[in-house]
């Protein structure tokens, strides 16, 4: 286009208009055209009996790990939610998997979901688990008796226990109040001394140290 | 991996180690919430830790022949398949007495007529008492030697069918394994006066 508008004047540019970043969408399509056709080639063998095509190798895959805390499949029931459906599955309701995009009806068929190969893989994760050595067995072996051994002595001595600790740590408390009190004083009577200091000099080069008059 | 036993296990009695729990039972295992939540991804310590938490031991129980957390653990410990020495660490130890009896039902499924006699009766000193949740749902106190004695005589304990074992006077005979000397025989000053 010429560097002139309708009018004669100069061309302000397109600066004003949303920049697409073009290579980003440009692999999203190809992504999903490569997932259609992958479903689409599952969906024949499935047909044939056969197994479906493998998912391709992960790059530094993690061991398969047991969850840290029990899944809560309850949290949502009750609740009423505002759906922002970023894509058809997102928007449905039952147990809703962020990074499969799949939402699952059935709470049992959404364990079977999260616990298989696809989510897994989807996760970064192969379907191993860490094979353990016997020094692994006997510090879990130990750790576990710290552990029981601590429960027992707060649940049998918890009167005694506590209060001797208890009387301890008060006292400790106070000590360090009272330091802390005795640090601020100190603290307080350095810095009064310093600010009398520094009038004596305006005195001792003036012959009067402050404004304003001494009542 | 959530159902398939671990991929360096060997043998145990000539098949797959998690086919010594009948398929009707193991069928209920997968199909528990226990199972697919908390023994997922399960490693032999994770198995370790659950186990110090057991409250009862047993098989299936109510109508809908649910699993208990007990048999599940079982079921991962033969998916997982551990050492021999591991196993052995886990029947010493004092301190967790459900993680003592998993470990051994593990050994009596797993190891050789004379190992079970060798190992298992030296046990039956231990008399704690174990909480078993019967099929009908409820509980039952039993012993820890109970449950040895149960695992050295008995057909089948907490639903699983215990691998037949050789009878110990076949294997005295054999000079595999010495007569059995009970402490009670040592018992002279015994409290009754007849």
């Given amino acids: 286009m010429s560097n002139l508008n309708a009018y004669g004047g100069a061309r302000q540019g397109d600066s004003f208009r949303k920049k697409w970043d073009i290579e980003a969408y440009a692999q999203k399509a190809r992504d999903r055209e490569e997932k259609l056709r992958t479903d689409e080639e599952n969906e024949e063998r499935r047909h044939k009996g056969q197994k479906p095509q493998m998912l391709p190798m992960l790059e530094n895959p993690e061991l398969l790990e047991a969850r840290k805390s029990a899944i809560n499949l309850d949290k949502m029931v009750g609740k009423t939610q505002v759906i922002q459906a970023s894509s058809a599955a997102a928007g449905q309701a039952g147990f809703y998997c962020k990074e499969c995009d799949i939402t699952v009806k059935d709470s049992l068929s959404f364990l079977d979901h999260i616990n298989g190969r696809k989510h897994q893989h989807a996760i970064n994760r192969i379907m191993k688990v860490r094979s353990e050595t016997l020094e692994d067995v006997v510090k879990k072996l130990e750790e576990l008796r710290k552990i029981k051994r601590r429960q027992q002595r707060i649940k049998e001595g918890s009167s005694d226990y506590n209060f001797y600790e208890r009387v301890e740590m008060l006292r400790k408390a106070e000590q360090e109040k009272k330091r802390r009190q005795k640090e601020a004083k100190r603290k307080h009577r350095m810095a009064k001394q310093t600010a009398d200091d520094e009038p004596d000099e305006m005195a001792a080069m003036m012959g009067f140290s402050s404004f304003g008059s001494k009542k | ?194």
């Fill in chain 2, 1 to 194: 991996m959530a159902n398939r036993t671990v991929g360096t296990a060997r043998l145990v009695h000539g098949t797959d180690p998690q086919l010594l729990i009948e398929t009707t039972f193991r069928q209920r295992i997968y199909e528990s919430l226990y199972w697919k939540d908390q023994c997922f991804g399960l490693t032999i310590t994770g198995v370790m830790e659950k186990a110090a938490s057991l409250t009862c031991i047993g098989g299936c129980f109510g109508a809908s022949r649910k699993p208990t957390e007990f048999l599940c653990l079982m079921l991962k410990l033969l998916q997982l398949q551990p050492d021999r020495q591991m196993v052995d660490v886990l029947i010493d130890q004092e301190d967790f007495k459900y993680l003592r009896a998993l470990a051994l039902l593990y050994f009596r499924l797993t190891e050789a007529p004379v190992e079970i006699y060798q190992k298992l009766e030296p046990l039956y000193r231990d008399f704690r008492k174990l909480r078993v949740r019967t099929e009908a749902g409820s509980f039952e106190i039993v012993h820890m030697d109970e449950f040895i004695d149960t695992l050295l005589h008995e057909k089948e304990t907490c639903v699983v069918t215990l691998p037949v074992l050789t009878r110990r006077m076949a294997l005295e005979d054999a000079g595999q394994l010495a007569p059995r000397i009970s402490p009670l025989d040592n018992d002279d000053d015994s409290d009754c006066d007849s």
